[in-house]
Every structure is written in structure tokens, then in C-alpha cells.
């Protein structure tokens, strides 16, 4: 299938990335459905992109009409019978294989036979998920880096499994929403930038329980020193410590290496509820949720 046949994109899960990454595509012209099971969370998806798109217009970086217009292309729903005439999925839900699993199933009969089923996961490979649909040849990752409306790469990942048709198809579709896509053709998990990001991570973290030096001044140096536009805390808070929490312990749960659980204090701020940005608190506190864009 040529990209060009590709009209109906659907997004499963209207999170920070979900929302983000809908709206990605609808500015790229693309009919959009995002679908969530919660019906709080397809509004507070629908209210951050709308505070985010009033920036943008305020920048002048888009025009009210473009936005209205790219507003008008996404359809918010609960149900996934939207997905009947949908050419191309990203899922983009929790981190968690068996859910991915079902919902993967669920897509595999409610999508027509051509539709791409692709996960957003940068730690869940692909071949985790192909065996749950009828398609496994349809079946990758393209993983975006967050906040979507703002990062240009995206990393396509090739499993075992996947069609090198799928494959080009997917690193043309994400040309055609204006995004940079580098192509890894054999899969491992957290892909080529979150395992160079991860070692950085477990470092800083070392350096911060060890009492080496605070948390503020580790994310000091990053930017100061090395030129990083956020340091590694900053950058959990953004992305979500729950986020890391949970991609390590699936990290963990496949390897049984004990230097892949989550650290002491990523363990003691998800179980606390402090998730960053989106809870208000993490390792910094803040007076709104969102993180701006």
C-alpha cells in the first residue's frame, strides 16, 4: 500500500504522547480518531491540546484557522468501533504487555485487513505484540519522543515478524506528518536514543542517592556542561516517573538482572503518587500540571 492510500489514522490512548501525537497528524492533514476507554481522559487530552494549540497560535507559529481546521479532523471517542475504516493505528497506552496484548487483539478484528498496527512502546518490542493479531506482518514500532508536537525524530523499529513493505510504509508515513524517521532493523529494547538516554539516567541517579550532589544542580551541569536542553530530572518529571518506573520493571521482568529494577527513589515517588509534571510533583514541584509546548 502506498502512503498515499493512508487517509484514517487512529491514536489508542489520549495521554501526554496520544494527544500529542493525534494532533501531529491531523495537522499533517490526516483524518484522526483517538480513542480511549476513559471519557476524563479523551477531555483532559482534548483541553492540554488546546491550551497548547492557543500557544502556538499565540507565537505565530500556526494560524487560529489552522488550528480549528486540525481540531476539526480529530473525532474523540471511547469506542473502538470508529477504527472500522482506519488505514494506520499507533497505540500509545500504559506499558504493560498483557493489556497491549488485548488491545492488539481487539484492533486486529476491528480494523480492515490493510491497516498498520503499530506501537508507540520504546521498551515492549513488537514481537511481544504481533502473535495477538492475525497480521504479525502489520504489526511494528514507531516510537516518538515527547513532547510529540515538538521532537522531530521517530524510531521505526523492524521485528522479526514485520514486512519490509510495512516497514517503508511506516518510515514514509512518518515523513508525511513532517517528522525525521530513522529505521532499526532488528529490535531491542529501548531502541537506539532511550538505552544512550538510560545510562545517563542510572548515572545521575547513582550520583543523587550517593549524596554526591542534588538533584537541581545534577540537571545543572547536564545543560550547563554538556548542552543538554533539560537535565535527567527534569526530563522524568516531563516524561512521567511512573513512565520510567514501569519501562524498567519490564525492563527487569525480562532479564532478572537486578541493575534493571526501577532506583530506590523512582520506586518511592511512583508508589507516593509524585509523577512529575502530570500530578503536579516529582522531583520538582509545579503549580500546573501540563508541561508547555
Known amino acids: 500500500m502506498p502512503v498515499d492510500k493512508i487517509k484514517n489514522v487512529a491514536v489508542i490512548g489520549a495521554g501526554t ?15 484522526v480518531v483517538l480513542q480511549d476507554v476513559s471519557k476524563e481522559r479523551l477531555e483532559k487530552g482534548r483541553g492540554i491540546l488546546k491550551e497548547q494549540m492557543e500557544r502556538r497560535v499565540q507565537k505565530g507559529r500556526l494560524t487560529e484557522d489552522e488550528v480549528q481546521a486540525a481540531f476539526s479532523r480529530i473525532v474523540f471517542t471511547t469506542s473502538l468501533d470508529e477504527l472500522k475504516d482506519i488505514d494506520f493505528v499507533i497505540e500509545a497506552i500504559i506499558e504493560k504487555v498483557e493489556i497491549k ?4 487483539s481487539k484492533l486486529d478484528e476491528v480494523t480492515p ?15 511481544k505484540l504481533a502473535d495477538a493479531t492475525t497480521r504479525p506482518d502489520k504489526v511494528c514500532n514507531v516510537h516518538f519522543f515527547n513532547p510529540a508536537l515538538v521532537m522531530e525524530l521517530v524510531e521505526v523499529v523492524r521485528g522479526p515478524h514485520t514486512s519490509r513493505e ?3 510504509l511506516a518510515m514514509s508515513f512518518i515523513e508525511s506528518i513532517n517528522k525525521y524517521p530513522v529505521l532499526l532493523n532488528k529490535e531491542i529494547s ?12 542510572d548515572e545521575a541517579v547513582y550520583l543523587l542517592e550517593n ?6 544542580d545534577i540537571d545543572v551541569v547536564c545543560k550547563k556542561a554538556l548542552n543538554h536542553p533539560i537535565g535527567p530530572f527534569a526530563l522524568m ?18 532479564s532478572g538482572d537486578e541493575r534493571d529494577r526501577p532506583s530506590n527513589i ?3 515517588k511512583y508508589e507516593k503518587g509524585e509523577l512529575g509534571r502530570k500530578t503536579g510533583k516529582g522531583f520538582y514541584t509545579y503549580e500546573s500540571a501540563p508541561a508547555k509546548v
Open 190 to 201: 529501548g531502541f537506539v536514543a532511550n538505552r544512550i538516554l538510560g545510562k545517563l539516567m
Open 113 to 127: 485487513r490493510h491497516a498498520i498496527l503499530a506501537t508507540n512502546s520504546s521498551t515492549i518490542v513488537s514481537s
Open 101 to 104: 496484548r488485548e488491545l492488539f
Open 166 to 168: 510495512t516497514a517503508e
Open 17 to 31: 504522547m496520544g494527544a500529542q501525537i493525534a494532533m501531529v497528524c491531523a495537522l499533517a492533514q490526516y483524518q
Open 211 to 216: 549524596g554526591i550532589a542534588s538533584h537541581e
Open 266 to 268: 523512582v520506586q518511592e
Open 237 to 254: 518529571d516531563l516524561t512521567g516517573i511512573d513512565v520510567n518506573y514501569l519501562v524498567r520493571m519490564q525492563r527487569y521482568q525480562e
